[in-house]
């Protein structure tokens, strides 16, 4: 089994449903630390040739507090939704992209990462991924440990004989620590480029369901 993690966030670029369809099983880190200014709450969409940002506030921020345990501020929806509209009325799937924004903003959670992990199945459901989801957090210790000891540890412990990582993390993990532990580690590095860096909803407002479902497998996995 070929497992993959990370912390959730608001609507990520396409390369992290990549990460998701390219594992077999993908945990979502709800006990990691909210981080302010982070991809946590916030992406960036194009509006009228500028990148602007698409938020969902939070209620009394800290960086002391774990994701799971963070709570969403009262969310304007009809706002959020009317910024999508402007942004992207003109676009060629703006239907799509406009009723999947829906979907999310619909969301009544009040739990940060109850709403983004409910976001999470919505874009897979869109996307045609079919990863199961787990979290983080159901493994009871896991988080007592260190950066990569915990890695190690959810593997081990789901029996994953390898790792999929972001390609930005080839600068905190080394190939050869996984070996040692009997785990391939691989890196995901997007091809999709035109899939963009912006969130996936501007992907989704810019490209069928079926090019985007083409472009899912347009990566290579860098291993050592």
Same mark, same amino acid.
């Given at each position: 089994?070929?497992?993959?993690?990370?912390?959730?966030?608001?609507?990520?670029?396409?390369?992290?449903?990549?990460?998701?369809?390219?594992?077999?099983?993908?945990?979502?880190?709800?006990?990691?630390?909210?981080? &302010?200014?982070?991809?946590?709450?916030?992406?960036?969409? /194009?509006?009228n040739g500028d990148i602007i940002?698409?938020?969902?506030?939070?209620? &009394?921020?800290?960086? !002391?507090? @774990?994701?799971?345990?963070?709570?969403?501020?009262?969310?304007?929806?009809?706002? &959020?939704?009317?910024?999508?509209?402007?942004?992207?009325?003109? *676009?060629?799937?703006f239907q799509e992209g406009y009723?999947?924004?829906?979907?999310?903003? =619909?969301?009544?959670?009040?739990?940060?990462? /109850? !709403?983004?992990?409910?976001?999470?199945?919505?874009?897979?459901?869109?996307?045609?991924?079919?990863?199961?989801?787990?979290?983080?957090?159901?493994?009871?210790?896991?988080?007592? #440990?260190?950066?990569?000891?915990?890695?190690?540890?959810?593997?081990?412990?789901?029996? *994953?004989?390898?790792?999929?990582?972001?390609? =930005? =993390?080839?600068?905190?993990?080394? !190939?050869?620590?996984?070996?040692?532990?009997?785990?391939?580690?691989?890196? @995901?590095?997007?091809?999709? /480029?035109?899939? =963009?860096?912006?969130?996936? #909803?501007? *992907?989704?407002?810019?490209?069928?369901?079926?090019?985007?479902?083409?472009?899912?497998?347009?990566?290579? @996995?860098?291993?050592?």
């Open positions: 089994m070929i497992l993959a993690a990370n912390q959730p966030y608001l609507l990520p670029y396409f390369p992290y449903w990549q990460l998701i369809h390219a594992a077999d099983l993908f945990l979502v880190g709800d006990d990691y630390a909210y981080m &302010k200014h982070s991809w946590i709450n916030r992406n960036r969409i /194009r509006m940002y698409l938020r969902a506030e939070i209620r &009394k921020k800290s960086s !002391f507090r @774990l994701i799971k345990d963070t709570s969403l501020a009262p969310l304007n929806r009809q706002e &959020k939704l009317r910024t999508v509209e402007v942004a992207y009325h003109k *676009a060629p799937f009723a999947l924004a829906e979907r999310v903003f =619909g969301c009544r959670e009040e739990n940060l990462c /109850r !709403f983004l992990t409910a976001s999470i199945r919505e874009v897979c459901g869109y996307l045609d991924i079919d990863t199961p989801l787990g979290t983080t957090s159901s493994l009871e210790g896991n988080a007592l #440990l260190r950066r990569e000891e915990r890695i190690y540890d959810f593997c081990h412990r789901l029996g *994953a004989t390898g790792y999929i990582n972001a390609a =930005g =993390g080839q600068q905190l993990y080394r !190939f050869e620590e996984f070996r040692r532990r009997g785990l391939q580690l691989n890196f @995901l590095c997007s091809q999709a /480029r035109e899939a =963009g860096t912006l969130s996936v #909803l501007d *992907a989704v407002m810019h490209h069928s369901r079926d090019e985007l479902h083409t472009l899912l497998d347009h990566y290579t @996995l860098l291993h050592g």
